[in-house]
């Protein structure tokens, strides 16, 4: 069964710090494009970061300088500094594949930020 788990979500005070991760079972994920993304109440769900096979990365204008997206072995992480107010959401992780067009994504992890 294919699994992608994420943890390390919580809360926080504005102006703090969190670190994500997702632990990718089942296959392996080194061919495929990871992601995260978030889901805040009554909105969309949004890309956060991605990062290619190739660690090229990609960022929300949103996060860009505060949020930190990585991957070794099997894991991705994303290091969320300098949190704010409206960075609240379940972030979710995601794997996907262009070539096969296979998408998995991970059951999500709750962010809090208190102001």
């Known amino acids: 069964q294919v699994q992608l788990v994420e943890s390390g979500g919580g809360l926080v005070q504005a102006g703090g710090s969190l670190r994500l991760s997702c632990a990718a079972s089942?296959?392996?994920?080194?061919?495929?494009?990871m992601g995260w993304f978030r889901q805040a109440p009554g909105k969309e769900r949004e890309l956060v970061a991605t990062?290619?096979?190739?660690?090229g990365t990609n960022y929300a204008d949103s996060v860009k300088g505060r949020f930190t997206i990585s991957r070794d072995n099997g894991k991705v992480a994303l290091q969320m500094n300098g949190l704010k107010v409206e960075d609240p959401a379940v972030y979710y992780c995601?794997?996907?594949?262009?070539?096969?067009?296979?998408?998995?994504w991970g059951q999500g992890t709750q962010v809090t930020v208190s102001s």
């Open positions: 995601q794997g996907s594949n262009s070539w096969s067009h296979a998408v998995y």
């Open positions: 089942g296959r392996s994920f080194s061919n495929y494009a």
């Open positions: 990062i290619t096979r190739n660690v």
